[in-house]
């Protein structure tokens, strides 16, 4: 039998009481903070030259010259550091048809209801939509971004393409930043989940609880892995 | 002939106006000082140019500017665009009229236009970097400029320059230090035919009229003044051959606003990003408030470890 789709490279089980579940290997730990970091000091700068009433978070970056300059390269290092973690966790993302049953049954998620919920893999349809929605936000913030990255692509386009793109790039950031909120905010309501990337391990519980699918992929024995 | 531009005082005179006359600031709240001032205008007469160039001269020495030795282009419009150096350009259009089928050199002086509203301050997002005075100058501070270019996005005309030697914006300033001290901008003081001209707003607009008439006289029935409303009008102003056709003159916009897409991006853009992300905070709030923590209970962890099989490794 094949290697189950949602099952990503480190992801383990160690018996024990409780059980601890290996999540996220070291690798893609330091992986996603680079991004993690990125993506708020984006949101910070972006935001300071997005209002006025927020221009003072430029005294973060160092002054308005600084933060105008370092905006887009930030932008560069996300864009790699998250084609890095989409390259991970893309193929444990794809769409499955328990994903539609958890979606319809929204009320029950929001209400704590698991046991109203289908066995999903490694990521729930909601984990999904924040992977994708991410993956397609920094595409278009990062190709509208070169547009009005005026210091060395100013020559490329027409102000007419800047003027679309700068509006463009506004309306992305505020969308990645609400899936922020909903990416940091499920993490923080669903106890046990920043463990899966600080530690890298969540519970056997919690693994049964969110990913019950994925836990029982990972405790069947496979042809080819070497007995523990 | 227009009463010719005055000599340079001998003495110190006060500032005719200064940071107490601002009536916008970007990125900032304040209010408008009040009374303005009178409006002042410069007025081009692009019938009366005769492409000397002095005023290019004229504008490079009195801002202590230094333009790049440039390559011909095949055009006496030279550099062939604005730069951070050439805040003005005589821009040289070869224009056959189709009525006469005459060639016409058409040579009009580019530069700030000094919008009653201006599209650059609108879109700046750096405080103080681009203020209006009552006089209706619209002048780049450049301490306070951050390089970004979002003037040059709010700019109907096309005109603000980004320098790549400090990243600031630069534009014609209408000569505000000479203003303010009671002289003409360095471009009309030069000027040798009168083609340039400064004053109030009113005495340009009359005196305008009067060019436009004795135009029409000559055949010129479509010479007119070009004060494009779009823009809240501004404060410098063209005397045109062919009003009617103002995007001959080297691409002069007929009409010129600024963009809906500005306006969409620094209005409803920010007031609907603050609402949504907002509400997407504070349903998180509301959520966990109703909902409480989603806790792995004891069975949970129980049940895995009968899945994993229990045993103690």
Request: net charge positive; with cysteine; proline share 7%.
């Amino acid at each position: 039998m094949s290697k189950p789709y949602d099952v990503e490279t480190g992801d383990a089980v160690h018996k024990g009481h409780p059980i601890v579940v290996d999540r996220y290997t070291l690798a893609a730990r330091i992986n996603h903070w680079i991004t993690a970091i990125s993506l708020i000091l984006l949101a910070l700068s972006g935001m300071a030259l997005f209002s006025p009433k927020l221009y003072f978070l430029t005294a973060l970056f160092g002054g308005g010259q600084l933060t105008r300059a370092i905006h887009p390269w930030i932008g560069v290092v996300l864009f790699f550091s998250f084609a890095g973690l989409f390259f991970r966790f893309w193929k444990a993302n794809l769409w499955k048809s328990e994903d539609g049953t958890w979606l319809r049954r929204i009320r029950d998620v929001l209400a704590g209801h698991e046991e109203r919920l289908p066995e999903l893999g490694k990521y729930n349809a909601g984990q999904k939509f924040v992977f994708w929605g991410m993956s397609a936000l920094i595409l278009v913030l990062i190709c509208s971004g070169f547009v009005v990255w005026d210091q060395y692509f100013y020559a490329f386009t027409t102000i007419e393409q800047k003027r679309i793109a700068i509006l463009v790039h506004a309306l992305a950031a505020i969308a990645i930043i609400c899936v922020w909120i909903v990416h940091v905010y499920a993490a923080i309501w669903v106890r046990g989940t920043i463990g899966a990337m600080t530690r890298g391990q969540v519970t056997g519980g919690w693994a049964w609880r969110h990913h019950r699918k994925w836990l029982r992929e990972l405790v069947r024995p496979r042809p080819g892995t070497p007995a523990e | 002939m227009f009463p010719p531009a005055p000599n340079p005082p001998v003495k110190p005179v006060p500032e005719k106006f200064g940071d107490k006359d601002l009536i916008r600031k970007s990125a900032s709240t304040i209010t408008p000082a009040s009374p303005r001032q009178v409006e002042v205008a410069k007025l081009i007469d692009v019938s009366k140019c005769i492409g000397c160039k002095a005023c290019q001269a004229a504008c490079l020495e009195w801002n202590n500017l230094h333009e790049e030795i440039g390559t011909f282009n095949g055009s006496y419009t030279n550099p062939p665009d604005l730069t951070p150096a050439s805040l003005t350009l005589m821009r040289f259009t070869e224009w056959v009229n189709p009525e006469t089928d005459n060639l016409e050199w058409l040579i009009r002086k580019d530069g700030c236009m000094h919008c009653e509203d201006p599209g650059c301050l609108k879109a700046c997002p750096a405080p103080g970097a681009i203020v209006q005075y009552s006089n209706g100058i619209v002048d780049f501070v450049h301490d306070n400029c951050i390089g970004c270019g979002y003037c040059v996005k709010g700019c109907p005309f096309n005109i603000p320059r980004i320098s790549k030697v400090d990243n600031k914006a630069y534009k014609c300033t209408l000569c505000s230090d000479r203003i303010a001290v009671g002289q003409w901008p360095a471009c009309a003081k030069a000027c040798p035919t009168q083609a340039i001209v400064f004053g109030t707003k009113d005495e340009m607009k009359k005196w305008a009229d009067g060019r436009i008439t004795d135009l029409k006289s000559r055949g010129y029935r479509n010479a007119g003044l070009y004060d494009p409303p779009g823009v809240g009008g501004t404060h410098v102003m063209y005397v045109l051959q062919h009003a009617d056709k103002p995007e001959i003159y080297a691409g002069l916009p007929n009409n010129p606003t600024i963009s809906p897409i500005v306006e969409i991006w620094k209005g409803a853009t920010k007031y609907f990003g603050f609402a949504v992300i907002g509400f997407a905070a504070v349903a998180g709030v509301f959520h966990h408030l109703v909902a409480g923590p989603n806790k792995v209970s004891a069975e949970d962890e129980e049940n895995a470890e009968k899945l994993a099989g229990g045993d103690r490794p």
